[in-house]
């Protein structure tokens, strides 16, 4: 009987102890941020608007804003932006994130032939509560 209180024992220590809650959703911990945007391509021209050439600067509403826990190769969770431009994604865990959202480069076929580029920063949470903001991700509209 002892001895199969000592191996049941050893098995529970050695199951928990490799248990590790990586990065993801069900902590305590947020990242916010805001999507600017900077600047415009008129169609069909493909004219480049900034705000040297008339184009006001906003923060973006509505604009998806997608979230990568670790190394996961697609993203875990996407939101909109609201009417000024802000995003935030809660309740997550320790560990690192990738924050992107998509720029409009349907000018610059070459380089994207997508039309869009993704826009991102990298982020790393270390504390159980840490609340983080982001600088703005700049795009364009």
Not at 12 to 20: G, V
Not at 33 to 47: I, L, S
Not at 84 to 108: H, I, M, P, Q, W
Request: charged share 20%; aromatic share 14%; with cysteine.
């Amino acid at each position: 009987m002892a001895r199969i209180l000592i191996i049941l024992i050893v098995f529970s220590i050695t199951f928990f102890s490799s248990c590790k809650n990586g990065p993801g959703p069900g902590g305590q911990a947020s990242i916010s941020g805001r999507v600017y945007a900077y600047g415009n391509f008129t169609d069909p021209g493909c004219n480049y608007l900034d705000s040297s050439s008339g184009f006001i600067p906003f923060y973006a509403p509505d604009e998806d804003v997608y979230l990568i826990y670790g190394d996961d190769p697609s993203y875990g969770e996407r939101v909109k932006t609201s009417p000024d431009g802000t995003y935030k994604f809660n309740y997550l865990r320790k560990g690192k994130y990738r924050v992107y959202v998509y720029s409009n480069e349907a000018c610059d076929l070459v380089n994207f032939p997508s039309g869009k580029n993704a826009i991102s920063t990298d982020i790393e949470i270390t504390d159980r509560k840490q609340a983080t903001t982001l600088s703005n991700l700049r795009i364009n509209k």
